[in-house]
């Protein structure tokens, strides 16, 4: 059962670690591209959406 826990400690560290060095690099993006980033990998919109919202063609 230890083990088991410990395993679930260092997932959980390497997640925050992943989730930190991402959040690094999605910030180096400019502005406009970090938000088409979220808004399609992560809402999970479609390219039709973003353009309405983004007002790009």
Do not use: C, G, W
Not at 11 to 33: G, W
Not at 47 to 52: K, P, R
């Amino acid at each position: 059962m230890k083990l088991v826990n410990n395993y679930h400690v260092k997932a959980d560290i390497l997640d925050r670690t992943e989730l930190y060095v991402f959040r690094k690099i999605l910030n180096r993006l400019p502005e406009n591209q970090r938000e088409i980033f979220v808004l399609f990998e992560i809402n999970d919109m479609s390219l039709n959406e973003i353009s309405e919202i983004e007002n790009i063609p």
